[in-house]
């Protein structure tokens, strides 16, 4: 059997599909695994390249197989859609992986470490509950509302309502409502309590690492975007510069440029929207703070906030501080502080 050089592995749930060629690119293996099979079939294999979408259980695949000597491979599924040829299957996804981890302008991810990815899922899980809380509020409004029972916004209106619902001498409210509402009341008080826990814990993760610490130095940004960031960048010097690093979390402007005029859009929204988020998020914090105390110190942000509305000031903030991240996550340095601030 001719020795096999390039693999590409089309992952899933049970059935794995394998696509394997030799060094002249014939191809030389088709054929189909069961999950338990996967580790022991490509121990037998000599090391060779491996290729995979980058998806769920990816990184776990990724750091298994390189145990075994293989050099593998991650790539975005959007980079490997245009290498599959006619009908979309298993076998034509692994043909595809198999092409384009050779090509030599393919991007790559970098393989997560088991503590980045646990980062990630507190962050996921706390996100996840903040939705819920979200949902359970506005159920507990609309609910009460139908009883022509209101409060103001915010979390003391909130606070009225269950203090309305706690009260059983309040006529307003039949007993099943009641005990309806109730129970979602402490539902919400268990998510609350759910995601304080989760907010300790980002907090110690974040006392934890140095890298982490460092970012949190800059302005607008905090435990909860500095953890997200070091968790999800497995390797900074992946991205050639920081204005691929900020295009990667998807705040710089779509293109349509064509016979040498360059044309700017809105933002393309298409890197991690979570991340693009706490960015989001931070910036409106500092123009918030800047708006309060002065923008006297901020000459750049002062421009730009008599030009351009708000919002867009936060995205453009938002992206500048992606690029300073970015530059302290690769050379390994400290916050500094601008000419005008240090002044």
């Not at 989760?198 to 500095?226: Q, Y």
């Not at 044309?263 to 500092?286: E, H, M, N, P, W």
């Not at 901020?298 to 008599?306: D, E, H, M, Q, S």
């Not at 453009?316 to 601008?338: D, H, I, V």
Request: with cysteine.
């Amino acid at each position: 059997m001719r020795t096999i050089t390039t693999i590409g592995l089309d992952i899933a749930k049970s059935v794995f599909q394998v696509h394997g060629v030799d060094a002249d690119g014939d191809v030389v293996l088709r054929r189909q695994l069961k999950r338990r099979y996967v580790l022991s079939f490509f121990q037998k294999l000599p090391p060779c390249l491996i290729g995979i979408e980058a998806c769920a259980s990816s990184h776990y695949w990724s750091r298994e197989l390189q145990a075994l000597g293989h050099t593998v491979r991650l790539m975005p599924p959007a980079y490997v859609k245009p290498y599959v040829k006619r009908q979309k299957n298993d076998a034509a996804d692994a043909e595809a992986i198999c092409e384009a981890v050779t090509r030599p302008n393919m991007r790559f991810v970098p393989t997560k470490t088991p503590e980045q990815q646990s980062c990630l899922m507190l962050h996921r899980t706390r996100h996840l509950f903040i939705r819920q809380q979200t949902a359970l509020i506005n159920s507990i409004r609309a609910h009460l509302a139908e009883f022509g029972i209101v409060a103001p916004v915010g979390r003391n209106g909130v606070a009225q309502l269950l203090e309305v619902v706690a009260d059983a001498n309040d006529a307003r409210l039949p007993e099943i409502a009641r005990a309806c509402v109730a129970a979602l009341g402490s539902q919400l008080q268990a998510l609350k309590a759910q995601i304080l826990a989760f907010d300790r814990c980002i907090m110690a993760w974040h006392r934890s690492n140095e890298t982490s610490k460092r970012l949190d130095a800059i302005p607008g940004v905090g435990p909860a975007l500095a953890t997200a960031l070091v968790a999800s960048v497995a390797d900074p010097k992946a991205f050639r510069s920081g204005r691929d690093f900020s295009a990667w979390i998807g705040l710089v402007p779509k293109q349509n440029s064509s016979g040498g005029k360059d044309k700017l859009g809105s933002i393309s929204k298409q890197g991690d929207r979570y991340l693009r988020s706490l960015f989001t998020a931070g910036a409106l914090a500092v123009i918030r703070y800047a708006k309060l105390h002065g923008t006297k110190h901020r000459p750049w942000l002062t421009a730009l906030l008599a030009r351009r509305p708000t919002k867009v000031a936060a995205i453009a903030l938002g992206n500048k501080m992606a690029r300073m991240a970015w530059a302290m996550m690769t050379r390994g340095e400290r916050y500094k502080e601008p000419v005008a601030l240090a002044a």
